[in-house]
């Protein structure tokens, strides 16, 4: 479901703060019935919420489900900060540009 990058988008912008679909479909220039199916997948996942607000429709992000998500990656960040530990002891050893530009081999 998150894996679409529509809906990480969505995601995003509602981050920012509540839109209304209008705007949503506006900043993502899909077509309304697009760009409802895609909040409809993301409602029913608990992700977004959405308010009546007279003619508009408000959407809101949801933080729970997002927490939840982030605690069952902690123990795969492990994983990321090992392999970045060693890309980084990796770029420690190799010259800088401005060292090839003065020495050329």
Request: with cysteine; glycine share 4%; proline share 9%.
């Amino acid at each position: 479901m998150l894996a679409e990058p529509i809906r990480r988008r969505i995601l995003d912008l509602l981050l920012e703060r509540p839109r209304p679909v209008g705007e949503l479909v506006e900043q993502l220039r899909l077509s309304q019935p697009g760009t409802s199916k895609h909040l409809r997948v993301l409602r029913e996942a608990g992700l977004v919420q959405v308010r009546q607000d007279a003619q508009r429709r408000w959407y809101e992000l949801c933080p729970g489900p997002l927490t939840e998500i982030d605690q069952w990656l902690q123990p795969y960040r492990r994983l990321w900060a090992d392999s970045l530990d060693a890309l980084e002891r990796h770029l420690d050893t190799m010259p800088d540009d401005d060292d090839t530009r003065r020495n050329p081999s």
